[in-house]
């Protein structure tokens, strides 16, 4: 296993389309994390799932957003409607319980709207 | 989760030690304080985690203030290659309602320069 993998690295978007980013966590985590990620700013916290379960969501997941993980394996997250606002790096993590030492994060995917 | 407050930059010269301080004023006692640190173009990558007593580990020392109140990360002997963004993060474990996300502040930019 060579850890987090996120797909794909880049996208460029034009406004209003709408796009979908991949995780593929380390295979024997239960729990994935979803963080975006401005220009000079720390990742911000978006979702949790715990297996297949999506357990908390931050308020900054506005209802264009949606997250699935449906066979507790890999997610998707998805952007509807894109805005130029949602141009970020977008990050996925893994953990296999919650402590803090043990989470893996993927390279992430930096999403352009133009 | 406990605030903390880091400098935004700090230089370090090669081969010498990079000492990287962190406030937490408001940590709890069952909080825990991590370092992060995040290389460009990469997600952020686990350093060291504590709770009042020193650590050490093969990347880093983390000195924690008797009150915790605050702590310094220590490279010992800094590279080219510990150029990144360092994030202090203080957290509960398991058991808290935070299903084990990380929040990050804005970190403090390292640069080690030759």
């Known amino acids: 296993d060579t850890g987090v993998s996120q797909d794909p690295r880049h996208k460029i978007t034009k406004r209003g389309q709408n796009v979908t980013f991949r995780c593929d966590p380390i295979?024997?985590?239960?729990?994935l994390y979803w963080y975006r990620q401005t220009l000079g700013q720390g990742p911000e916290f978006l979702t949790y799932?715990?297996?297949?379960?999506?357990?908390?969501k931050s308020r900054l997941l506005s209802d264009r957003f949606s997250a699935e993980r449906p066979k507790g394996s890999f997610s998707t997250l998805e952007i509807q409607r894109t805005e130029q606002g949602d141009s970020a790096m977008y990050l996925c993590?893994?953990?296999?319980?919650?402590?803090?030492?043990?989470?893996?994060f993927g390279s992430g995917t930096r999403l352009t709207v133009v | 989760d406990a605030k903390t407050t880091q400098p935004p930059s700090m230089d370090c010269a090669e081969g010498r030690a990079a000492n990287l301080p962190c406030n937490h004023s408001t940590i709890s006692g069952n909080e825990y304080v991590y370092w992060y640190r995040q290389i460009h173009s990469q997600g952020p990558q686990y350093i060291i985690h504590g709770l009042k007593n020193n650590e050490t580990n093969e990347m880093a020392s983390l000195i924690i203030t008797e009150d915790r109140k605050s702590s310094t990360l220590i490279l010992p002997h800094a590279t080219l290659r510990d150029t990144a963004v360092y994030y202090c993060i203080v957290r509960v474990e398991a058991g808290g309602t935070s299903y084990g996300k990380l929040t990050f502040g804005q970190g403090t930019i390292l640069t080690v320069h030759p």
């Open positions: 799932f715990q297996n297949e379960a999506q357990l908390e």
């Open positions: 295979s024997e985590h239960n729990r």
């Open positions: 993590a893994s953990s296999q319980g919650p402590l803090g030492h043990g989470y893996t």
